[in-house]
């Protein structure tokens, strides 16, 4: 018969299963990675930038912590996460981290802010714009990203097409570019682009998995 003590040692080595499969910073990156829809191993071996044997060891991890599922499409293996819960502890891990780590902030001004200069806008300042049609909504993620989930009113273009598609870009409105989130430098290579070519632009830091925790 388990005591209390039995019964919290055995839960606690749940948990740190848990701990455990998340201990890898590129394990870590395929749950981002995976946050914005089901991918191929080839795929988050692009990514990522691992060889896809890799890639496969990080998976098998995950999966054996019930954290990613897959099934098989073809001559693929397609891989999502487990439970829509985990893209939701990736945001509190996220902010918890800038929170504590002082480290984590100083990396994401340094790449993002300080030498860029790019001016952000947030959800909350964008939503009212765009009801009044001030702005066009830009998401420059890969189409698959897109169509899987995207923000309300915003239109696809990935940061590879836009240069030869700036013209169907509407004018006199400003434009607000958005990927994967507060760490994806998709969106700042696109208002980049943009502003050299004279397009009033800005980046949104949040992605869709914030804008999916705000509507909830």
């Known amino acids: 018969m388990l005591n209390e003590r039995n ?5 606690y080595q749940e948990f740190a299963r848990i701990g455990k499969s998340l201990s890898s910073p ?19 071996a692009k990514n990522t930038e691992m060889s896809v044997a890799n890639v496969s060891q990080h998976l098998k991890t995950l999966f054996n912590s019930r954290m990613v599922k ?4 073809g001559n693929y293996v397609i891989y999502e996460l487990a439970d829509e819960i985990i893209s939701d502890f990736l945001i509190t ?8 780590l002082i480290q984590v902030q100083q990396i994401k001004d340094e790449f993002l802010n300080d030498q860029l200069g790019l001016e952000g806008i947030t959800l909350s300042e964008l939503l009212p714009r765009m009801e009044k049609g ?9 189409k698959e990203e897109y169509e899987e989930a995207h923000i309300p009113g915003a239109i696809s273009i990935p ?10 870009l509407p004018a006199n409105c400003d434009v607000v570019a958005y990927c994967r989130g507060p760490y994806c430098l998709m969106s700042v290579e696109a208002v980049k682009i943009l502003k050299s070519k004279g397009i009033k632009a800005f980046r949104m830091e949040q992605g869709v998995k914030e804008w999916l925790q705000l509507a909830k």
Request: glycine share 2%; aromatic share 2%; hydrophobic share 45%.
């Open 134 to 142: 001030e702005v066009l909504l830009l998401d420059v993620r890969p």
């Open 70 to 73: 897959f099934k098989k499409e």
């Open 159 to 168: 940061i590879e097409e836009l240069e030869e598609k700036l013209a169907s």
């Open 93 to 100: 891990l996220h902010a918890l981290s800038e929170k504590q």
């Open 26 to 44: 590129k394990r870590l990156e395929i749950l981002d990675l995976l946050s914005q829809g089901p991918k191929s191993v080839d795929a988050l």
């Open 7 to 11: 019964l919290k040692d055995l839960l």
